[in-house]
Nanobody, 116 residues
Framework: QVQLVESGGGLVQAGGSLRLSCAASGRTFSSYAMGWFRQAPGKEREFIGAITRSGGSTYYEDSVKGRFTISRDNAKNTVYLQMNSLKPEDTANYYC?????????WGQGTQVTVSS
């Protein structure tokens, strides 16, 4: 069974930065792609970006390109989301996921609030 635990959320002013972490256990971490979604109140869950299992390639949703960076440390079984130039519209609960051929696993989420 895969367990994913996010951390690093909080309250930040517009223009600020946060780094989220997602620690994984229960699987061979480096074998799978991982990524991040977010969900704001009253809205559907939105894809932010993903990273391949080696970390060699990353993909981003247009609204976060150039501001957010996904990375991973396979030795630490952790994936990161560095968020810069944050905007109030980035306020949401942020979830990491790990995708295997059979399943997609989710963390419990971490709240990010950006004040104007």
């Amino acid at each position: 069974q895969v367990q994913l635990v996010e951390s690093g959320g909080g309250l930040v002013q517009a223009g600020g930065s946060l780094r989220l972490s997602c620690a994984a256990s229960g699987r061979t971490f480096s074998s799978y792609a991982m990524g991040w979604f977010r969900q704001a109140p009253g809205k559907e869950r939105e894809f932010i970006g993903a990273i391949t299992r080696s970390g060699g390639s990353t993909y981003y949703e247009d609204s976060v390109k150039g501001r957010f960076t996904i990375s991973r440390d396979n030795a630490k079984n952790t994936v990161y989301l560095q968020m810069n130039s944050l905007k109030p519209e980035d306020t949401a609960n942020y979830y990491c996921y790990l995708r295997t051929p059979a399943n997609t696993y989710w963390g419990q989420g971490t709240q990010v609030t950006v004040s104007s």
